[in-house]
């Protein structure tokens, strides 16, 4: 499968990735696959990652023009508001959309105590 992530969150989860086609944004907005600079137009990823690392770094546009490209099956984000018209173009493309609240159970503790 080919995947794309932000560099930081591909590095933080490799091992599990091992045996996938990443190609990884860094801070600076640069592609790359196999360590080689890769064209935007050219990733054609089965799976976009959006996490917080790409949210901070201003790549919530790129992620969603890699994601509307043509090939993505699927795009994973831990942001919530999934009804928004943006996500809606998303799911109107055919591509899974999914999210995670793994953070929900810590941010509860945290504001109850």
Do not use: C
């Given at each position: ?76 984000t831990q942001q919530t508001g999934l009804d928004s018209p943006r996500y809606s173009h998303v ?23």
């Amino acid at each position: 499968m080919k995947i794309f992530a932000s560099e930081n969150a591909a590095r933080r989860v490799a091992q599990a990735l091992a045996g996938h086609e990443l190609i990884v944004m860094d801070g600076n907005g640069v592609a790359r696959t196999g360590g080689k600079e890769i064209a935007l137009d050219l990733a054609q990823p089965e799976i976009v990652w959006l996490t917080f690392d790409s949210l901070m770094s201003g790549q919530l546009d790129t992620f969603f023009n890699v994601a509307l490209s043509g090939s993505t099956k699927w795009m994973h984000t831990q942001q919530t508001g999934l009804d928004s018209p943006r996500y809606s173009h998303v799911v109107a493309r055919g591509i899974k959309l999914t999210n995670s609240h793994a953070q929900a159970p810590a941010i509860a503790e945290y504001v109850m105590t």
